[in-house]
């Protein structure tokens, strides 16, 4: 065998890996690879240094620089910042693996474990110019060709999955498919000091990774998390059900022509709802179409149209049984999502046959976004028998996004890389109060980024969060009032049992925090009593015409607004005013502005919920 022989095969065998199409196929050619070129993956500080002196044909070499570059950052400090730090993670989802490839950059051992063996989301997600910059910077069009080319913003779940599940095994990230986590395993108490370290409990109960020790644990299992010590915030917002549909995608000409609905314009085109309504009967609020590996369409019904067209059976108050199975007609929401689709794309596309789903069947879902889940810590820290635990979230498990705005894996990567910078200071020795109050300062911007509002400068973002979130105040949560995240089992061992904590154990429970819609409105009717022109009777029309924000604002700093001069017909500039104000005096980020107040009929409640409770938060305490 010749030089150039050896060369060539290592160049193929890469190839097969980096063109494989499936999840079992990835890890498949993966094996191969490292069997054939005698690499051995476990060995992670090394591994991607070898593969890349194994694998050196010049068709290679562009992600190999491309790696090299992210690699290079200061913050990894040349892959060794976080050397010696051991890191689980539970989800293979888009925001796992992107967890996964920032710990092990740093220069962590890090192992995914996946419930699940296949990659089978058609659904697309939005992308924001960041991640698309960011995705690109660890060769994304080298795994998946087609990769955001021309002016298209978004990628299936699988092929986002498909290609971080790549560059994670090349950093060397240990992956396990088939492996459900069940809960945390406490060290155990006899020898402090040489005894095992904090372990998983994982479904099938045998596996090797069960023995596997680790001072960090990432939540990264989607909406519904399963980690102890992460109390849920609810925001209950006016029922919304969202209905994604995906088409199979021939690639012909006649679809290739046929536009996109894309997430942003759809708010402002009343008329296209109204036509819609009156020629087909469905009632929807919004609709957004992607071209992708499929035809993906999600949109937001209206319940009287769905009863209307015998989607959903019969009308009851709670939203889990109205779309229970039983009470949903399958073949009617069939027909109602692809009437829609047909509709919006002005009866264009040539065949709308569904796409197959997971289970072999068309791929149609209903879902109930009318309460949407954030978590209300970031991160917390146990200790045990000596041994520190830190244990952060990210992804859907922090904060569940609303799929027509697709917001979830733009928001989901900013939390990745604040965990990653968390785990950095944590590796380097920084006290865990002083960790936890910095995680959770960073998390309060979260929920208000918008493409608009974190830094345009993506080449220079890296892990830390100065470098992408312009208004960062690092320290607005002080280490005194994270206390109750750094879980010692002094304050309260008579809780704790072996295994995990029980949620009780844990005092999260700042029960004021908790904003229910009902105590926001009696709150907010207190604050602007008296004022001209308002008066608050829900959290929607009340708002409109923005003489009952600027009223908010003016009860508490007086100074800030000339109240008496407002004019009640000036929605736009009253509530403009009264946006800037909140950001510029009290950091509360607008979620819209005073045009688009202008041009709605009223503000949608979920968004003035969000809103209206930061007020809440910041002003609650406050004597006015
Ligand atoms: P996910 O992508 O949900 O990944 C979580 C992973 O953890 C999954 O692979 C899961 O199998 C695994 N897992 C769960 N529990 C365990 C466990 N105990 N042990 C081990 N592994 C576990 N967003 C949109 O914007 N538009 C859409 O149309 C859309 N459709 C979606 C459809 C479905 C069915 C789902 C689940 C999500 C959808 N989302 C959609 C949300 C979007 O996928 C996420 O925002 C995005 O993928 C980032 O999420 P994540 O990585 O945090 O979690």
Not at 318 to 341: G, K, M, P
Request: net charge neutral; glycine share 6%; with cysteine.
């Amino acid at each position: 065998e010749t030089e150039d022989e050896r060369t060539a095969q290592a160049s193929q065998l890469f190839e097969n890996f980096v063109q494989a199409s499936t999840c079992k196929g990835t890890l498949q050619a993966f094996s191969i690879l490292c069997r054939q070129l005698e690499l051995d993956p476990l060995d992670y500080s090394n591994f991607y240094s070898s593969l890349k002196a194994a694998v050196s044909s010049w068709k290679v070499k562009a992600l190999w620089t491309k790696l090299d570059k992210r690699a290079q950052q200061k913050v990894y400090n040349q892959n060794k910042a976080c050397k010696g730090t051991r890191c689980l993670i539970i989800g293979g989802g888009p925001c796992g693996l992107r967890t996964a490839i920032e710990l092990s950059l740093l220069g962590c051992k890090v192992v995914v474990i996946e419930k699940r063996d296949t990659f089978s989301r058609n659904n697309v997600l939005h992308l924001w110019p960041y991640t698309i910059h960011d995705l690109r910077g660890l060769g994304a069009k080298k795994f998946y060709g087609k990769f955001c080319a021309g002016s298209i913003d978004h990628i299936s779940i699988r092929q986002l999955q498909l290609m971080l599940l790549k560059v994670s095994l090349i950093l060397g990230v240990e992956i396990h498919v088939n492996v459900e986590f069940a809960k945390l395993v406490e060290p155990p108490e006899e020898q402090p000091d040489n005894s095992p370290g904090w372990r998983a409990e994982v479904r099938p109960s045998c596996h090797p990774v069960s023995d596997f020790e680790f001072d960090v644990v990432i939540g990264a299992d989607g909406r519904r998390n399963t980690l102890d010590g992460f109390r849920r915030k609810e925001f209950r917002g006016k029922l919304a059900i969202a209905i994604t549909a995906n088409f199979v995608n021939r690639n012909t000409t006649a679809e290739a022509k046929v536009e996109e609905i894309s997430g942003v314009a759809f708010i402002f085109n009343q008329k296209f709802f109204l036509d819609l309504k009156e020629e087909t009967g469905i009632d929807l609020e919004n609709i957004v179409y992607y071209k992708d590996n499929t035809h993906y369409f999600v949109m937001t019904a209206k319940k009287q149209s769905l009863l209307d067209k015998g989607v959903i059976l019969n009308d009851y108050i709670e939203t889990e049984r109205l779309l229970s199975a039983d009470n949903v007609n399958q073949e009617a929401l069939l027909s109602y999502a692809r009437e829609a689709a047909d509709f919006g794309t002005n009866y264009q596309l040539p065949s709308l046959d569904y796409a197959i789903n997971h289970y072999g069947q068309p791929d149609v879902a209903m879902f109930d976004f009318t309460s949407m889940y954030a978590s209300e810590n970031a991160a917390l820290i146990r200790e045990k028998h000596g041994h520190q635990l830190l244990v952060a979230l990210v992804g859907d498990s922090l904060l569940e996004p609303f799929w027509p705005m697709g917001t979830g894996c733009a928001r989901g990567f900013l939390a990745a890389f604040d965990a990653a910078w968390m785990v950095k200071g944590w590796a380097q020795g920084k006290s865990p109060l002083e960790i936890l109050a910095e995680r959770e300062s960073i998390y309060r911007l979260l929920p208000q980024t918008t493409t608009e509002n974190i830094s345009k400068n993506f080449e220079q973002y890296t892990i830390d969060p100065a470098t992408r979130y312009p208004n960062l105040n690092s320290s607005c949560v002080r280490p005194h009032q994270v206390r109750h995240l750094f879980i010692n089992g002094r304050q309260d061992s008579g809780h704790i049992e072996k295994g995990g904590l029980p949620r009780r154990s844990i005092n999260l429970s700042r029960r004021e925090s908790e904003v229910r819609p009902g105590r926001l409105l009696t709150w907010c009717q207190k604050q602007t009593q008296g004022y001209r022109g308002v008066c608050v009777t829900n959290l929607t029309s009340s708002w409109r015409n923005g003489l009952a924000l600027c009223a908010l604002i003016h009860c508490q700093r007086p100074e800030l607004i000339d109240y008496d001069t407002l004019n009640e017909e000036d929605v736009a500039g009253n509530n403009q005013l009264a946006f800037d104000m909140a950001e510029r005096e009290f950091s509360i980020q607008p979620v819209t502005t005073g045009k688009e107040m202008a041009a709605e009929a009223e503000p949608d409640k979920l968004l003035m919920v969000l809103y209206l409770s930061k007020f809440y938060e910041a002003f609650r305490n406050s004597p006015g």
